[in-house]
């Protein structure tokens, strides 16, 4: 079964407008920590924003936020007031603890999502 | 100006070369990574080195040799490798004993590799 699962091949948004990117998750750790990284055409993998499973509050860094729903396994990106310069590729990935906590080295990613920013 | 430095960007092989890819990392982490990105395939994990000591080996095929030699630099010596292993390869890096929350993974630029 795959851990990280993006629905959403390719997405289209109109600038100024908000957009959301699916990601759920496959995890039976109770420690775990969720990432969304964008690869724009260049290749370089950005990194966006972090949940943590513990954290009770969404991550929010500037125009991200993510929508952390724990009982569902998702955790959704939300970028507001899109700009042409969003047009890229976004993944989400996942951390495990383990029962230590201490966390693993291996970050899984999910296919990604191809967003396209309209004028 | 990212703080994960790939060299070089762009390489073109025959299956009988060997090259090197170079990674440098400017943030003070503490472990290093290698990444495999190739068409319609989600990211993998190819090798770790937690402290210059090789952590992971992710059934990597001996072709692809990394190299640790302090934990700011990582390499990755490739010889007579297929068509198949051409890919965009990440470096990256991290902090390892920052707890679960602070061992978020920088990427650098990545290499893009094309075996002719």
């Known amino acids: 079964a795959q851990k990280i699962t993006q629905t959403q091949p390719g997405m289209f948004v109109q600038e100024k407008e908000a957009v959301t990117l699916d990601c759920t998750y496959d995890?039976?750790?109770?420690?775990?920590?969720l990432f969304w990284y964008k690869q724009p055409s260049s290749g370089e993998m950005i990194f966006l924003i972090y949940?943590?499973?513990?954290?009770?509050q969404n991550a929010t860094e500037g125009r991200y936020s993510l929508n952390f729903q724990k009982a569902r396994k998702s955790a959704n990106l939300v970028i507001s007031a899109s700009q042409l310069g969003d047009s890229a590729m976004y993944f989400c990935a996942m951390r495990e603890g383990g029962n230590s906590g201490a966390g693993s080295y291996q970050l899984t990613f999910g296919k990604g999502t191809k967003l396209s920013v309209i004028p | 100006e990212t703080g994960v430095t790939q060299t070089p960007r762009h390489l073109v092989m025959g299956m009988t070369n060997k090259k090197s890819l170079k990674c440098e990392q400017h943030l003070g982490h503490n472990a290093m990574y290698w990444y495999k990105q190739s068409a319609k395939k989600p990211l993998e994990l190819m090798f770790v080195y937690n402290f210059k000591e090789q952590t992971e080996n992710n059934s990597v095929p001996s072709r692809f040799s990394p190299e640790c030699p302090n934990s700011s630099h990582l390499f990755l010596h490739l010889h007579t490798l297929q068509p198949e292993d051409s890919a965009l390869y990440l470096c990256?890096?991290?902090?390892?004993?920052?707890?679960?929350?602070?061992?978020?993974?920088?990427f650098g630029e990545g290499s893009w590799l094309t075996v002719v």
């Open positions: 995890t039976s750790d109770q420690s775990y920590g």
């Open positions: 990256a890096s991290s902090q390892v004993d920052r707890g679960l929350s602070g061992n978020t993974i920088y």
């Open positions: 949940q943590g499973s513990y954290d009770e």
